[in-house]
């Protein structure tokens, strides 16, 4: 039951090589270099993967991928969750890896080929402009106050968003806007061009985690920008159901990379426990720290299952009821990781908090990881609210 399928185990086995051998070696030149506006050495390492034949592995084999599936994805994408620049080097990082399963699912072929198609090359990034400044759309939707009009056979975009990932040098924008007040079918999604007339990039947000690569945070305004009826994604009024058919399996693929990163981070704890001495005695003996190390062990493979688990459902078409168990790994893995960072640090001392050791800027990212695709309390409230009426089974 949890043996690979050789095929998958194999070209798992080759990106953890991938991410051992290229990726981990040239991850700090990466990110120096992002910091100058340059992207040489990550472009370096895509032309490698593009010829090991790793490249968006998570597309369908017509695209150029390897036609994996969730559960495919969950092998791949761990291992290259291990580095923070490791899902960029094969093109899987977020937005545009849930923005090009969403263009597949629901595209028209005029849609994929303005837009998809590029964005796969990897010609252009993208974002997805959803979230608002109070008192708009945050954790709950129905706040969304960015409308669209109707404008003969087109439509007129005006709202502020935020947090739209890598809007800046993006490509093109998804942009959710309210057309009806429907409280279901009441959204739309639109394909926009960030050059076109109306769009503002107010600025880059500064927050915790210092930016790298599409991980900055633009908000932006849209003012009477008009878009021909070829921009709606789906149909009017499927806004929030794409929402969803988006953010469930994103939330798997946030799980997939943020397992990796907190693997690597234990792994990177051994040898210094193992070595260090205090009280007389290396660190490694010490019961606080072994109860630590526990901890994060039995929490990586306690997310691995939950993570494997949900991925199964969504490729038995059980997306429904995939919601819920969807939330509670999101919650879980965020959680995991910040608390093994948090104990990475504690176990280096003050090494640990020193920037001689990744971990400080480790968990300064992860701590994103209990608000991004909705806070702890959202997720919980769900998990409850399911149990309560009886729709979710803990025993499975």
Request: charged fraction near 25%; charge should be neutral; aromatic fraction near 6%.
């Amino acid at each position: 039951m949890f043996d690979l399928p050789k095929e998958l185990d194999e070209l798992r086995t080759r990106v953890r090589a991938f991410v051992d051998e290229r990726v981990l070696p040239n991850e700090a030149k990466v990110i120096a270099e992002d910091r100058d506006g340059k992207r040489d050495t990550l472009r370096a390492l895509q032309a490698e993967v593009r010829a090991a034949g790793l490249w968006t592995p998570h597309l369908p084999k017509e695209l150029g991928g390897r036609g994996l599936g969730v559960m495919g994805m969950c092998a791949l994408f761990r291992e290259m969750g291990r580095s923070p620049v490791g899902a960029a080097s094969f093109h899987c990082d977020a937005p545009d890896q849930g923005n090009m399963d969403l263009l597949v699912q629901v595209g028209t072929p005029h849609q994929k080929e303005r837009y998809l198609m590029p964005l796969v090359r990897a010609e252009v990034s993208s974002g997805f402009s959803m979230t608002e400044p109070a008192p708009g759309a945050g954790a709950d939707p129905s706040n969304l106050k960015t409308r669209a009009a109707p404008d003969g056979d087109g439509w007129v975009i005006d709202g502020h968003k935020w947090y739209t990932t890598g809007g800046a040098a993006a490509g093109f924008l998804i942009v959710m806007a309210r057309t009806s007040e429907d409280g279901k079918n009441g959204a739309t999604m639109f394909l926009v061009d960030r050059n076109a007339p109306g769009v503002e990039i107010v600025r880059d947000i500064p927050v915790m985690a210092p930016p790298i690569l599409a991980h900055r945070e633009a908000e932006i305004r849209y003012t009477k920008v008009r878009v021909g009826p070829e921009a709606v994604l789906g149909n009017v009024g499927d806004g929030f159901k794409l929402a969803q058919t988006r953010l469930v399996p994103a939330r798997l693929t946030h799980c997939m990379r943020w397992l990796g990163l907190a693997d690597r981070a234990l792994h990177m704890c051994k040898p210094y426990v193992l070595t260090r001495e205090s009280f007389g005695k290396t660190l490694a003996h010490h019961q606080s720290i072994q109860k630590m190390l526990a901890e994060a062990a039995s929490g990586i493979h306690a997310g691995n299952l939950m993570t494997l688990h949900c991925a199964w459902m969504l490729e038995q078409g059980k997306t429904k009821e995939a919601r819920t168990y969807s939330s509670m790994t999101k919650n879980h893995v965020a959680r995991l990781l910040c608390k093994t960072l948090d104990d990475a640090i504690q176990m280096h001392g003050s090494l640990g908090y020193s920037e001689d050791m990744p971990f400080a800027t480790w968990y300064r990212f992860a701590r994103a990881a209990r608000i991004a695709d909705g806070p702890d309390e959202v997720h919980e409230i769900v998990v409850a609210r399911d149990f309560l009426r009886g729709a979710l089974q803990t025993l499975v």
